[in-house]
């Protein structure tokens, strides 16, 4: 029987979509029978992190042969392959088209992994042939992901609430999200936005500074003299507690600019909460008109001198910028239409809970991951066979 070994390099600690795809995929394939050993390129590990002890084990682990393992990185794309061994690259890719670095770093491994169609469709006309593209989605777990709790008492709210997590930043949207809103609805109206979010990675403190500097320029960029009602939560939330925060939630608002996958959407979705998303992206994977409501897309342009991060890879591609007006015009369809909206996210639940369970990524990575031992196993034996005429 041939030995299912890898070597995993990735960040798999901190609260990061690439942290939560790390752990979740090698998770799937812990119980899918693969030795793994983590290199991982995070030192910090969050004390109240799910899955901690085995990932730490993981690290330990030095038994495994290099010779016969695969190699998968499921980073960034600027991560070097491990030479002398099969390299993975499980990466994603925000922009409509491709930054001929990221399209350089993808030929640098024997394969190339990616969650979305739309990365699919953009990395083939870039030039990676399709014999070493492959497509893996995300998933979530809805069994921790769910419409069964109670909304967290403290957050919950009688207004009618918009809710968005991630981080705070140009590509994520949030200059059209708050023109939207402040369009949409008056102080006067029973309406909440509500932002979990962080500025760029960094603490409640220079969050909360960083995002009242950047409220203040949007409001007189844009005319803003009059803001409905909007919570900021800038604290840490543990994990456990997230669903609870989901279920205060009447919709899920998002009007990003590029996503490969959209880890917060789907868990929303599995919280039974429906979102409003543009209708181009890797979130188009699960999201449809059952389950969401798909802002129109305006225009395709370059954001690189706007996201205020030296991200090489966004340098002149294009990004999605949806529509005000058509934001404006779904909020304002939402609040009026509960009821409507309410079963919009008991079919969100419903088909995530179907169709992208992390259990389903895991299986497809796995009959990859055996294709591929098969094949170098062929070949090695086929090797031996050809040393072995030659002497004799």
């Known amino acids: 029987?041939?030995?299912?070994?890898?070597?995993?390099?990735?960040?798999?600690?901190?609260?990061?979509?690439?942290?939560?795809?790390n752990r979740a995929m090698i998770f799937e394939l812990l119980k899918l029978g693969w030795d793994i050993r983590l290199i991982p390129t995070e030192d910090h590990i969050p004390p109240d992190l799910i899955g901690k002890k085995v990932l730490?084990?993981?690290?330990?682990?030095?038994h495994i042969d290099a010779h016969?393992?695969?190699?998968?990185?499921?980073?960034?794309?600027?991560?070097?392959?491990?030479?002398?061994?099969?390299?993975?690259?499980?990466?994603?890719l925000e922009s409509k088209t491709v930054h001929e670095g990221f399209?350089?770093?993808?030929?640098?491994?024997?394969?190339?992994?990616?969650?979305?169609?739309?990365n699919v469709k953009s990395m083939r006309k870039a030039g990676i042939k399709r014999k070493n593209l492959y497509y893996c989605p995300e998933g979530v777990y809805s069994n921790f992901w769910?419409?069964?709790?109670?909304?967290?008492?403290?957050?919950?709210?009688?207004?009618?609430?918009?809710?968005?997590?991630?981080d705070w930043s140009y590509r994520k949207g949030m200059d059209i999200l708050i023109r939207a809103y402040a369009r949409a609805f008056s102080p006067t109206d029973n309406v909440r936005l509500l932002l979990l979010t962080h500025f760029q990675g960094n603490g409640p403190e220079v969050s909360r500074q960083c995002i009242g500097d950047e409220m203040r320029h949007i409001c007189a960029t844009y005319n803003i003299t009059r803001l409905p009602p909007i919570q900021?939560?800038?604290d840490h939330v543990p994990d456990p507690a997230m669903p609870s925060i989901y279920r205060c939630a009447d919709a899920?608002?998002?009007?990003?600019?590029?996503?490969?996958?959209?880890?917060?959407?789907?868990?929303?979705?599995?919280?039974?909460?429906?979102?409003?998303?543009?209708?181009?992206g890797g979130q188009r994977d699960y999201c449809n008109s059952d389950t969401s409501l798909l802002i129109d897309v305006e225009k395709f342009d370059t954001?690189?001198?706007?996201?205020?991060?030296?991200?090489?890879?966004?340098?002149?591609q294009d990004f999605c910028f949806s529509s005000v007006d058509s934001l404006v015009n779904l909020m304002r369809y939402s609040y009026c239409h509960p009821d409507e909206i309410k079963l919009k996210g008991k079919v969100a639940a419903e088909h995530v809970r179907r169709y992208f369970q992390w259990e389903n990524s895991g299986r497809i990575a796995d009959r990859r991951l055996n294709e591929v031992l098969q094949t170098r196993y062929r070949k090695r034996l086929s090797e031996k066979r050809r040393v072995y005429s030659g002497r004799y």
Not at 56 to 62: D, I
Not at 303 to 316: A, E, P
């Open 56 to 62: 730490q084990n993981l690290v330990k682990n030095t």
């Open 232 to 234: 900021f939560i800038y």
């Open 146 to 166: 769910t419409n069964q709790v109670e909304p967290s008492p403290d957050y919950k709210s009688n207004q009618f609430t918009f809710f968005y997590n991630g």
């Open 252 to 280: 899920y608002v998002c009007p990003t600019r590029g996503e490969a996958w959209g880890l917060p959407i789907i868990q929303a979705m599995s919280c039974g909460i429906a979102s409003i998303i543009p209708e181009w």
């Open 68 to 92: 016969n393992s695969l190699c998968i990185n499921l980073v960034p794309p600027p991560a070097l392959p491990h030479l002398g061994l099969y390299t993975i690259l499980f990466t994603t």
């Open 1 to 21: 029987m041939l030995k299912k070994e890898l070597v995993w390099f990735g960040p798999p600690f901190s609260y990061s979509g690439y942290a939560l795809h």
């Open 103 to 118: 399209y350089r770093r993808c030929t640098m491994f024997d394969e190339v992994w990616v969650p979305c169609k739309f």
């Open 303 to 316: 954001i690189h001198d706007k996201v205020g991060l030296d991200v090489d890879f966004y340098r002149y």
